[in-house]
């Protein structure tokens, strides 16, 4: 199966369903997904270190971006279902591959006055006060 890389971008208020047909997505915006570097085991498993690097001591960015997700488009969604509850999660589409110039504006730190080529104004909404790297 063969997936079709796309340039299309779901914007603030698009909505689509999950592939059962269950719940409901309504998009808040595009966003960059992290992965916690927090998270990993310890020691940590770094070949740099041979395994023998103890959490407290890691070098880097705490929150880095997720390369399993970056070839495809995550979205900061509000689910809805049949029974009328809401949530807020993040909804990665594994289904759509980014083109490459899209994929490289996805996972690149920007300014916020620096959209994507071909994205409409106001779109985006200004990030969260995430705790990143300077």
Known sequence: MEIEPS????IGGDAFSSPGGRFLYVVSGPVCRL????????????????????????????????????????????????????????????GEMLVA????WWITRKPVSAPFPGLPAGSLRPPLDPVLCP
């Open 101 to 104: 110039d899209l994929r490289r």
């Open 7 to 10: 340039s299309q971008l779901l």
């Open 35 to 94: 992965f916690d570097r927090e998270q990993l085991p310890w020691p940590s498993c770094s070949l740099l270190w041979r395994g023998k690097q103890p959490s407290w001591n890691r070098v880097g960015c705490r929150f880095v971006a997720d390369l399993a997700a970056a070839r495809c488009p995550s979205y900061a969604v509000v689910g809805l279902d049949a029974n009328g509850l809401r949530w807020e999660d993040v909804i990665t589409l594994y």
